[in-house]
């Protein structure tokens, strides 16, 4: 069974730092895309940040350059999301998710096929 589990989220004051994990079960994340969604409340779903399996190409939202930094750990199974100062607006579930690599590469959230749970992010002081 294919599985996804996001963990790491949390309260944090504003200019603080997370690193949220992203550990996969049942499948090799080496042959897969992967991206980092968020969605706030009232909001829709959006990209913040995907990595190609192919090339290591990646992708950052503009609201998140220079603060966040995709990774992953091939001999963990596992992708990172490493976000540092943080702001409020950065507040929502974020959700990790999976893409076939023979697929083209895109950030895209209604073009990835295996999602996990989410895990929430506040950021307030």
């Known amino acids: 069974q294919l599985q996804l589990v996001e963990s790491g989220g949390g309260l944090v004051q504003p200019g603080g730092s997370l690193r949220l994990s992203c550990a996969a079960s049942g499948f090799t994340l080496d042959y897969y895309h992967i991206g980092w969604f968020r969605q706030a409340p009232g909001k829709e779903r959006e990209g913040v940040s995907c990595l190609s399996s192919s090339d290591g190409t990646t992708y950052y939202a503009d609201s998140v350059k220079g603060r966040f930094t995709i990774s992953r750990d091939n001999a963990k199974n596992t992708v990172y999301l490493q976000m540092n100062s943080l702001k409020p607006e950065d507040t929502a579930v974020y959700y990790c998710?999976?893409?076939?690599?023979?697929?083209?590469?895109?950030?895209?959230?209604?073009?990835?096929?295996?999602w996990g749970q989410g895990t929430q992010v506040t950021v307030s002081s």
């Open positions: 998710a999976a893409r076939h690599a023979t697929v083209q590469f895109m950030c895209v959230w209604g073009e990835y096929d295996y």
